[in-house]
Nanobody, 124 residues
Framework: VQLVESGGGSVQTGGSLRLSCAFS????????MAWFRQAPGKERDRVAW???????NLADSVQGQFTASKDYAGNTLYLQMSSLTPEDTAMYYC???????????????????WGQGTQVTVSS
C-alpha cells in the first residue's frame, strides 16, 4: 500500500484547508482507512475513518468542523477542515489497516501503512 498526503499549509485562525491522500495497493490492507493527527508532544489521534465501503466517521473533537470523503474513482481520501484554530496545528497522516466485522480501531499502533504526513499550521 502506498499513501501520499498533500494539501497542508499555513493558515490563519478561521481558515480552511483540504487535505488529500492518494492511495494505491492491495485492498485487503485498506479495510480501515483513517486520518490521524499528531501535535508536538502529543499522541497520534484518529480524527476521521472509513470502515470497508461505509461512509465517513468523525471523532467527536472535529464534528461540525471537519468532513471526510473518499473518491473511489480517483483513489483519494479527503479531509476538509474549516474554522481552523491553533489547536488544529499538527502533522496530519492517512493510514490503513486490514480488518473485518465492521470495526476499525482508534489505536494508531494497529494501522499497518502510513503516508509521510502533511503539516497543518494555524496561526492566531
Amino acid at each position: 500500500v502506498q499513501l501520499v498526503e498533500s494539501g497542508g499549509g499555513s493558515v490563519q485562525t478561521g481558515g480552511s484547508l483540504r487535505l488529500s491522500c492518494a492511495f494505491s495497493g492491495d485492498p485487503r490492507w485498506m479495510y480501515c482507512m483513517a486520518w490521524f493527527r499528531q501535535a508536538p508532544g502529543k499522541e497520534r489521534d484518529r480524527v476521521a475513518w472509513f470502515i470497508g465501503d461505509g461512509g465517513p466517521n468523525l471523532a467527536d473533537s472535529v464534528q461540525g468542523q471537519f468532513t471526510a470523503s473518499k473518491d473511489y474513482a480517483g483513489n483519494t481520501l479527503y479531509l476538509q477542515m474549516s474554522s481552523l484554530t491553533p489547536e488544529d496545528t499538527a502533522m496530519y497522516y492517512c493510514a490503513t489497516a486490514s480488518g473485518s466485522g465492521g470495526y476499525c480501531a482508534a489505536d494508531a499502533s494497529l494501522y499497518n501503512y502510513w503516508g509521510q504526513g502533511t503539516q497543518v499550521t494555524v496561526s492566531s
